[in-house]
């Protein structure tokens, strides 16, 4: 029974109807609880179920819209109104529950009380009753709808839509076809419901319904729905689904058929009887003859108590402790025992056993199958298989099988010579992994050991057989105090997917191991060779195409630039100068790369001579300059506290190194690009000798990490779309490494694709502990210099360097400031003595900052501009702005200390670069040239002729000797002679 409880909410001035109200008792199943205000109140008005507002004394139609206004949706409205208020509540009737005319008499007032709980318990039983249809409706299991005349749904329950697989939105308002996904309405549903519409009577039927996923089956009970005037507007009608159980009833019959067809003709035999074996329910024919009886009574005859008198003996009791192991009802065994024929014949029988009840009394039912004939197959498969394991094992000195999801298994076969060794541990029911662990531990080689046992234990196999059929390893004995080689094998033993089993085997290996080991060692031997002759060749290969393109495209580049001005006597001799380093570097190299013994061999040597880092830098930067300014990019060469400039090192290998790497930057650094290289020296080297580190650094492609991990191997080049078009065999780095190493040196790579490439290589070279000159210039000792530089290694460094000559340094990054600088020295009466000035400045070049700082101080005062290029092109710009001196980047302190010096000594200046030229006198005379190559013969005279000397020429060795007989004493005052000649070499 439903409970209702009611908020009653009485809104206005308190008056008697009001007390009436709450004096009359709630009807059953009702409780009524009051809620009272004068006015309305937003609070008491969205908890009320009813309000009953007096409209007297306040403005009638203002408090009915707050109440409809703040009210719960459900709540019911009553108001006590006189006639004048209600004509003005006209917009509000249709929201307004009922309205009591006042004035009204106490009575009157509890009849309409009374009026409107009689009308609540109607709805509340009424939504009772709907309720437990719906529930009833919605709960049942069966199929329940609702149609029109034309065969719309109009309602359906849960089970319907659970049936068809849709919700009820889909079903309602749709007919047959599409609710059972079928092309048209059935016409068998259609003619059901018009017969109960136009008869009026309730049908019963079967009915097949055509579905979209097939047919389906269902007990149909319809009936006649009325309309309010007794017309038929519909049909209502319940559904059960049998479809599964009539199919069962059909499984079910046509199995029972077939178990009878089976149980009088199949070859298995059948029989039933009770647990003391004193009655034979029912047996079969084929029973019998397994059994070797003609009939149920020879059998009872022969002795039956549970088991046949022809099973064997040493059977019976078998056969008896698995029949009694069956507890309760479904309990089943199998087993497998023999009977023996009158006639001798041996039968093997497989037999299943099966606890059943009907009609309340227990029973066996047991099953036999006469297995002889796969029994004896069986055995002779054994036999055949046995000897084959034989046959194909005799090369192996143990074979065993081993399940591995169990880890467990037996010995196939050992071999006679090793029974004693292997019996111990591998007989009767074995575990893979002990008995792995016993023999690994007792004759494998200690090396070995690990390697085994990791090798062959179940997981590793399991992985390596999923994959193969076939999986060995390869491992070291001792016996007998001497090492020999075995091989342990494992292989599929039939389907994988049905039965991990293996077949392990072990062997000795030892006499082909050796003698592939010796082969082996031969053809080490002889691909060593041939690698050593390759490499020769790839090394020769990559110092021609890699190393001798750079200079020889300086000696172009120059030779060039030296016809195209060949009216300017000094431009042409600067390039002619830098034509001739390139070419002495590329003589070097192209006498080490092609001296093929050497580098077959193996050989590379160091030559180690003293030399100055200024002359190998400079003489670098003339051999890149031409290519760095082909791709019109910007180049920075500097030093940092690089104080030790003469040192011990090959030179030749030094550029080389350094030379590959600046090239490699030229090369992978798009045109516009920056390529800077620093030289620092750095402390903790031992005493006579300096830490050295060079630093290459551009913005070029860079290389990915995968890349630069191997970037030292030979011929390795990264492959990517931006490198196809750049010439290369790969061996630039390898060369690099394999010079520094040979240096002592170290080298780093750093590198991000799309960013750029840096190189850090550090050597460590003894120092040529010659006498070293002062640093002091007594001119310019506590004087002030200004070096202005963009770069702050710059500025500190060569700040350092005049510290270290006694003067005071100060520096500035800005063209700007240094002007602004100078001004403030002149009005304070503090000049800067010196001037260090970079070409290339962000705000202005060192030209212009040279011109007006000349227009602060006049033109006594020295100013040095530096620059990594050629100052040729703006030399005379710059003379004409008051440039002193130029110096060259990398700017050494000697080359700082030789310029200030000639300026404050008012000396001519001895060269651009700082470089030692240093004149040979010779007393004019003769010279005898044994040279075959005309255009060395021509330089030669020509460079002979300049020095003042007259050339005589032999044009081979025994006409050089004939030559040199046939003159007076004192005739030639030397002798210049190739090595190789026609007729006699040197």
Same mark, same amino acid.
């Given at each position: ?19 009436? +109200? ?76 009922? +309205? ?36 009833? +409706? ?335 390893? $390869? ?161 920075? +060469? ?25 090239? $490699? ?322």
């Amino acid at each position: 029974m439903y409970h209702c409880h009611v908020q009653l909410y009485l809104s206005g001035n308190p008056c008697s109807a009001f007390e009436v +109200i709450k004096g009359i008792a709630p009807l059953p199943a009702f409780t009524h609880a009051f809620l009272e205000s004068r006015k309305p109140e937003e609070d008491l008005t969205t908890r009320a179920d009813v309000i009953l507002a007096d409209l007297h004394g306040g403005d009638g139609k203002e408090t009915v819209s707050f109440l409809l206004a703040e009210k719960k949706k459900t709540a019911e409205v009553i108001l006590l109104a006189d006639r004048e208020q209600i004509s003005e509540l006209t917009e509000y009737l249709s929201e307004i529950e009922d +309205i009591w005319t006042t004035p009204m008499s106490d009575v009157e007032i509890g009849f309409h009380f009374r009026k409107w709980q009689q009308d609540a318990r109607r709805k509340a039983e009424l939504w009772q009753t709907g309720h437990y249809l719906e529930a009833a +409706i919605n709960n049942s299991p069966n199929l329940i709808w609702y149609k029109d005349k034309q065969g719309i749904h109009e309602k359906v329950n849960d089970s319907f839509c659970r049936t068809v697989n849709k919700t009820k939105q889909q079903v309602e308002g749709r007919g047959h076809a599409y609710i059972w996904d079928v092309e048209q309405d059935d016409p068998a549903c259609i003619e059901s419901e018009r017969v109960v519409m136009t008869e009026r009577r309730t049908c019963m039927a079967e009915e097949i319904i055509q579905t979209g996923a097939g047919k389906r089956l269902l007990t149909t009970y319809k009936s006649p729905l009325y309309d309010l005037d007794g017309s038929v507007m519909g049909t209502v009608g319940i559904g059960i689904d049998v479809t599964q159980e009539c199919a069962y009833e059909k499984e079910i019959i046509s199995k029972n058929h077939m178990l009878e067809t089976i149980f009088t003709s199949m070859e298995c035999g059948v029989m039933c009887h009770t647990l003391d074996g004193q009655r034979i329910i029912s047996v079969n024919q084929a029973a019998l003859k397994i059994l070797g009886y003609d009939s149920q009574e020879e059998m009872l005859a022969a002795g039956f108590d549970t088991v046949a008198a022809s099973v064997l003996e040493d059977d019976k009791d078998i056969l008896r402790k698995r029949i009694r192991s069956l507890k309760k009802e479904g309990d089943s065994v199998s087993v497998e025992y023999r009977v023996l024929h009158e006639d001798g014949g041996l039968r093997h029988v497989m037999g299943n056993i099966k606890l059943l009840k009907e009609n309340g009394e227990l029973f066996y039912q047991r099953f036999l199958l006469d297995c002889t004939a796969q029994k004896l197959q069986e055995e002779r498969n054994e036999r055949y298989q046995m000897e084959l394991v034989q046959a194909l094992s005799m090369d192996y000195n143990l074979v065993c099988y081993f399940e591995l999801t169990t880890g467990q298994g037996m010995p196939i076969r050992i071999a006679d010579e090793y029974s004693s060794q292997y019996e111990p541990i591998f007989s009767g029911d074995i575990s893979l992994e002990s008995s792995m662990e016993h023999y690994i531990e007792q004759y494998v080689y200690e090396e070995d050991r690990e390697m085994l046992l990791q090798a062959f234990s179940r997981e590793k196999l399991e992985e390596e057989l999923a994959e193969k059929k076939l999986y060995y390893a $390869n491992y070291r004995t001792l016996q007998d105090s001497e090492m020999k080689y075995f091989q342990i094998k494992a292989v599929c033993a039939g389907a994988w997917n049905e039965n991990h089993g293996i077949v392990l085997g072990l062997r000795s290996v030892d006499d082909e191991t050796r003698k592939e080991m010796e082969q082996k060692g031969l053809l080490e031997d002889a691909l060593m060779q041939a690698n050593r002759a390759s490499k020769a060749k790839s090394v020769f290969l990559s110092n021609m195409s890699h190393d001798i393109r750079t200079p020889m495209n300086a000696i172009v580049g120059f030779t060039a630039l030296a016809m195209a001005h060949i009216e300017n006597r000094e431009q042409v001799e600067e390039y002619l100068k830098k034509i001739m380093s390139s070419g002495e570097h590329l003589l070097s190299l192209i006498n080490d790369v092609l001296d093929m013994s050497r580098i077959e061999s193996g050989k590379m040597y160091l030559d180690e001579k003293p030399c100055r880092l200024p002359d190998i830098l400079h003489g670098l930067r003339n051999i890149v300059q031409a290519d760095i300014r082909a791709k019109q990019m910007d180049f920075y +060469i500097d030093t940092v506290d690089v104080l030790d400039e003469d040192i011990f090192c090959d030179k030749l290998r030094l550029n080389q190194v350094l030379l590959n790497l600046l090239s $490699n930057s030229v090369k992978y650094t798009g045109a516009g690009g920056t390529i800077s290289m620093r030289i620092s020296e750095k402390a903790g080297a031992p005493v006579g000798s300096a830490n050295y580190v060079f630093t290459i650094k551009d913005t070029g492609i860079g290389m990915s990490e995968e890349f630069v991990s191997h970037i030292f191997e030979p011929f390795e080049r990264e492959k990517n779309t931006t490198l196809s078009g750049i010439q290369g065999t790969g061996l630039g780095m390898a060369i690099t490494k394999n010079i520094v190493d040979m240096m002592n040196g170290t080298i780093e790579v750093k590198s991000k694709q799309g960013v750029g490439t840096e190189f850090t290589v550090s050597f460590t070279f003894r120092l040529n502990s010659g006498e070293k000159e002062s640093l002091d210039i007594p001119e310019l000792k506590n004087c002030r210099a200004l070096v202005v530089d963009d770069d702050f290694n710059t500025c500190d460094s060569v700040s350092y360097m005049l510290g270290q000559m006694g003067m005071q340094a100060e520096w500035t990054l800005s063209g700007k400031e240094a002007v602004l600088r100078t001004r403030q020295a002149v009005m304070r009466g503090n000049d800067y003595r010196v001037y260090i000035i970079d070409w290339l400045l962000p705000d202005m070049n060192g030209v212009e900052v040279t011109r007006r700082i000349r227009k602060e101080t006049g033109e006594n005062v020295p100013v040095i501009v530096l620059t990594a290029y050629d100052w040729s092109e703006i030399e005379e710009e710059a003379k004409e702005a008051g440039v002193t001196a130029f110096c060259s980047k990398p700017l050494f302190m000697s080359e700082l200390r030789n310029c200030l010096h000639s300026i404050v000594s008012a000396e001519e200046e001895e060269g651009e670069t700082g470089g030692d030229t240093r004149q040979v006198s010779f007393r004019p005379g003769r010279i005898l040239l044994a040279e075959d190559n005309e255009l060395n013969q021509e330089i030669a005279t020509e460079i002979l002729g300049d020095a003042g000397f007259t050339t005589e020429i032999a044009e081979n060795g025994k006409m050089a000797v004939e030559m040199l007989k046939n003159s007076g004493p004192g005739y030639y005052q030397a002798v210049l002679m190739d090595v190789q000649m026609p007729v006699m070499n040197g």
